[in-house]
Every structure is written in C-alpha cells, then in structure tokens.
C-alpha cells in the first residue's frame, strides 16, 4: 500500500467511545489503529491526529452505530487483509517492492566511517534498477558535503520493517535543487521491528509509588513493554508497583507520559552504588503505546 493510496482523516471523522470503522495508519503506512478498536476520550483522538490519521480507501469497513438499535462492530469481524500480522520478509528483496515512498525520510551515513553522525534527508524517488535520487539538504537545511564515489549506508522504516542499503553516490547535483543520484542497491537489508525491540537510552525519570515521591532514576534501555530503571536513591522490592513519569519526544513533538510498571528483577554490580531494576509495563492505553513505538522506531533510525 503505497503512502498516496492513503486518504487523510479528520478528528471530526472520527467517534469517541465508538469502534473506528476501518485500520487507520499514519503518514509512514504504520497501524495505529485496528479496525474495531475504540477511541476512549478526547486526549487520545488529538493525540492520533498530531501523528497524522490516515485510511485505505479500497477498505470500506462497517459502519458503525448510526441509529439507535443499530448494530456493533465487532473486532473480530471487521479486521481488514493489510493489518494482519506481519510475515517474515524474504531474504532479498528490491526498493521497489517495499512501502518507501517519494518524501519518506532516510537517515544516511558514511559506509567506511560509521561513526560519523546520521543525517536526515528525503527520498525524491527512484527509476527501477537505474538509480535512487536523494535531497543533498538535511532536516535543518545544510548541504551535505558527502562527495561523487562515496559509498554510504541509508535506513528508513516502512510499516514494522527497519530497512537499510548501501549505495554510491555517481553524482552530486545542484539543479534545480540539491540532491544526490545514488547507484541501485542490489538486495535491502530487512529487520522486522517487535515489541521486545529495546533501545539505549539515558531518559530521565521521576518515580513514585508506596512510600515513593518523585525519586530521579535514569532508564538506560526501553521496550514497548518494558524498561531498565537505574538509581542509587530508590530501594525498590520484586514485584512492587511503581509510576514513572518522563518526558519523550516523538512524531515532532514533546510528550508528557505516565507510565506505570512493575519490578520483575533487580540487580547491582559492587562497588557501583546504585540497582538497576527490570520493569514490566502495566499494558498501555493506545495513546502512550503510540507514543513509545514512535519514539524507539526514530531511536533506531538514529
């Protein structure tokens, strides 16, 4: 499903407290809603609709309850052939045939030296096993000084899939506009993303629970459905429910989270002073679960 077979939907498309009557998807082809799920208040709807709300028009769904004594939607019913779950993706595999799109965002590096930081351009497009065109203009509108015969590496995510290739860059061009005309990468690399995907991080939290007020700890690694917690100020217990409030920014903007979790294990490495705690999340309402996977599908793209 390419991203302009996708029709934008408005807050007011949509119903609080009522199924949605089809799969809707953001601007980059990512599930955000099945079909059938229920949008429970008004901070969620918004919060759908600063990620970008978007459905398949070949998709018509049921309608939902109109009159009063109309019929449900029932999940189970409704579940459209592109939001099953995702099969494994074949060992080779072309651009071509995947969901990347012309103005998707791809973070691109040096080949030789990977240490050197990530930027992030815009695909312009592609002519099957011609070539890739790239903008030469990063996210702050810098010129990259990346030279003809260069090799690079580029990764972008498409639906649940990490995809990176390699590439030479045959020509650098500056009409009309800057951009980068890249050799055709024979074969994708393709890493499916999953929920017990974990990021590195050194996100700040607050902690509070039994006998807890608002105790700093640092979460160096973090899932979609849970996190590593590290401190020297917190003595927490196995199995003790704890809230944890943090900041993440995800889709462009900054998002205040509640996240409550549970310790499953605990451990510390003399002579450190301080614990690091495993944590399982408490399931997540719809509007944190979105926040998170945006932030650790952008984390590995950086």
């Not at 109309?70 to 592109?82: D, K, L």
């Not at 495993?278 to 996977?293: C, D, M, N, S, Y």
Request: aromatic share 6%.
């Amino acid at each position: 499903m390419a991203h302009s077979d996708l029709v934008p939907l408005r807050q007011q498309d949509l119903a609080i407290g009522e199924p949605v009557p089809y799969a809707i998807f953001d601007a980059e082809n990512q599930l955000l809603l099945n079909a059938g799920q229920v949008i429970h208040t008004a901070k969620q709807l918004e919060t759908l609709a600063k990620l970008g709300m978007f459905r398949n028009p070949a998709w018509r769904g049921v309608r939902v309850a109109g009159a009063v004594g109309g019929a449900r939607v029932h999940q189970e019913t409704v579940s459209p052939p592109e939001v099953s779950p995702p099969k494994a993706a074949p060992i080779k595999r072309h651009l071509a045939q995947m969901k990347v799109t012309p103005g998707t965002s791809l973070h691109i590096q040096s080949s030789i030296d990977p240490s050197n930081h990530n930027e992030s351009v815009k695909l312009i497009g592609w002519l099957d096993k011609a070539g890739v065109l790239l903008s030469a203009v990063n996210s702050q509108g810098t010129i990259l000084p990346f030279r003809e015969g260069q090799s690079i590496k580029a990764k972008t995510i498409a639906g649940k899939d990490v995809i990176s290739f390699e590439a030479i860059i045959e020509k650098v061009c500056f009409t009309p506009f800057p951009y980068f005309h890249l050799s055709w990468p024979e074969t994708l690399q393709i890493r499916q993303l999953r929920n017990s995907l974990r990021v590195n991080t050194q996100l700040i939290a607050s902690v509070s629970g039994d006998g807890i007020h608002s105790t700093p700890a640092r979460i160096t690694n973090l899932s979609a459905s849970g996190a590593m917690l590290e401190s020297s100020e917190l003595q927490l217990e196995t199995e003790q429910e704890i809230t944890m409030a943090l900041r993440l920014h995800a889709a462009g903007i900054d998002h205040t989270m509640s996240i409550k979790a549970i310790v499953r294990n605990q451990k510390s490495e003399p002579p450190a002073t301080s614990v690091q705690y495993g944590l399982e999340f408490i399931p997540l309402a719809t509007t944190e679960r979105l926040v998170l996977e945006h932030y650790i599908f952008s984390s590995i793209l950086e």
